[in-house]
């Protein structure tokens, strides 16, 4: 009530929260792992309704592990619960002895292969576990992240209707200990370019055709463990992939203390994503060259994140 005595006071305190709440709306997203407080996750009712399917590809899905037995089984179940007709899903772990080995034998039955045995970080366990497939379509998902309800017969069935695309990855929810959604990242139409400067396709939510996999050289550099999947992505498009996004939420990336994200981003990350853009640039850009080139793709997102905000008010499926 003191401000109603003091109507300039008043109305630059209102101001100030129109403007707050205006930089709020129109922020950037990407990039940034907790956004708000926890919430429970609610998915559209669509993504859990049978997509049908004519042939169903096979789909050849790893996850490479460590010490992660906090999450795994809920990794699992992710996926396995789908009850895609034609999965190949293989764990690799690097020997673990926390109690993850004692889940993967429950799951043993609904698995095609799984392992647990040293191995010399995630990148070579990744390599050990597609060493042992066959699917058409291919992709990774760790130990710690899920798969959202639908995803495998989603994206089987857009390979079915696009023979022309190669890659193809969507929108990511970022999620928390218990499984609460803390942000959202909404992927604008793919570009080519700006993999260049930063690599902001979510790593979960990406499948591939075998075919592009086996022109960019049929393993990942395990010279890499951090930006191994940057790395994978730019020899994709060097061998003339074909990407797209798809407008659907298809994982969810675990954001807790002990991930390796979190842990490593200041040290290794950084060395490896000045790596990768001296290889794509032959130089070593500045912080503010990298952030000129990546804003007209970040407002690109901004606009997105708009639209579905949007149709989730007026309840236009998403």
């Given at each position: 009530m003191q401000d109603l005595k003091h109507p300039l006071r008043y109305f630059r305190s209102a101001g100030q929260g129109a403007r707050a709440r205006l930089r709020a709306i129109f922020a950037f997203r990407l990039g940034r792992l907790v956004q708000f407080q926890p919430q429970v996750m609610k998915l559209p009712a669509h993504y859990y309704r049978p997509v049908r399917l004519g042939k169903a590809s096979k789909i050849s899905l790893v996850t490479p592990s460590f010490g992660q037995a906090s999450y795994i089984e809920r990794t699992l179940s992710s996926v396995l619960d789908q009850n895609y007709p034609n999965l190949e899903y293989i764990v690799q772990d690097g020997g673990s002895q926390d109690g993850t080995v004692p889940v993967l034998e429950r799951y043993a039955d609904r698995l095609a292969s799984w392992e647990s045995r040293p191995d010399r970080g995630q990148s070579h366990a990744?390599?050990?576990a597609f060493a042992k497939t066959s699917g058409e379509i291919m992709g990774w998902l760790n130990s710690d992240d899920l798969l959202l309800p639908g995803t495998l017969a989603y994206v089987a069935r857009y390979f079915s209707r696009h023979p022309e695309v190669d890659v193809v990855y969507g929108h990511r929810i970022l999620i928390d200990e218990q499984d609460r959604q803390i942000g959202r990242w909404m992927m604008p139409p793919h570009d080519d370019e700006?993999?260049?400067?930063?690599?902001?396709?979510?790593?979960?939510?990406?499948?591939?055709?075998?075919?592009?996999?086996?022109?960019?050289?049929?393993?990942?550099?395990?010279?890499?463990?951090?930006?191994?999947?940057?790395?994978?992505?730019?020899?994709?498009?060097?061998?003339?992939?074909?990407?797209?996004?798809?407008?659907?939420?298809?994982?969810?990336?675990?954001?807790?203390?002990?991930?390796?994200?979190?842990?490593?981003?200041?040290?290794?990350?950084?060395?490896?994503?000045?790596?990768?853009?001296?290889?794509?640039?032959?130089?070593?850009p500045g912080d503010a060259e990298v952030w000129s080139a990546v804003r007209p793709y970040l407002r690109r997102h901004v606009f997105t994140d708009l639209v579905w905000r949007i149709r989730r008010t007026l309840r236009v499926p998403t």
């Open positions: 990744i390599n050990l700006v993999l260049s400067w930063a690599d902001y396709i979510p790593q979960e939510t990406m499948f591939w055709r075998r075919s592009i996999w086996e022109k960019a050289g049929g393993q990942v550099d395990e010279s890499f463990r951090f930006a191994m999947d940057w790395d994978l992505i730019l020899r994709f498009r060097q061998a003339g992939a074909r990407f797209a996004r798809l407008p659907r939420f298809l994982g969810a990336f675990r954001i807790h203390t002990a991930q390796k994200t979190s842990a490593e981003i200041g040290s290794t990350g950084i060395q490896e994503m000045t790596r990768l853009r001296e290889r794509m640039l032959g130089r070593v």
